[in-house]
């Protein structure tokens, strides 16, 4: 019996350890994919979404490389998917994703101060 206790709570600490690092991975992704802060509920108010349409438009506007505010308002604006940005701009995905992540801390910084 006792043998079977102990089989059973080491495959309960490997479930519970598979568990945890799927929740950690999880958490990581979404952290890297929505860097630029707080998760708020979808708001339906008009003037608050257009609102926060303009800003985020301004900051674009505001990044230091034409590079970066194409890629970002592709990305983001017009919804496209990180290959079909590289296609259209001639460069790796990777390329992109590095510009992305570049300029998402870039408006991450200009929104703070």
Known sequence: MKEQKTAYEQYRKEVYRIAWRVQYR????????????????????????????IVVQQLINDLPSSTGRTIIFKLFMQDK????????LNMTQQGVSKWKRK??????RMMSS
């Open 26 to 53: 999880a958490k990581v992704v979404k952290r890297r994919e929505c860097s630029l802060g707080v998760y708020e509920p979808a708001i339906t108010n008009f003037a608050t979404s257009s609102d926060d349409k």
């Open 81 to 88: 998917t990180e290959g079909e940005v590289a296609r259209e």
């Open 103 to 108: 300029m998402l801390q870039e408006m991450s």
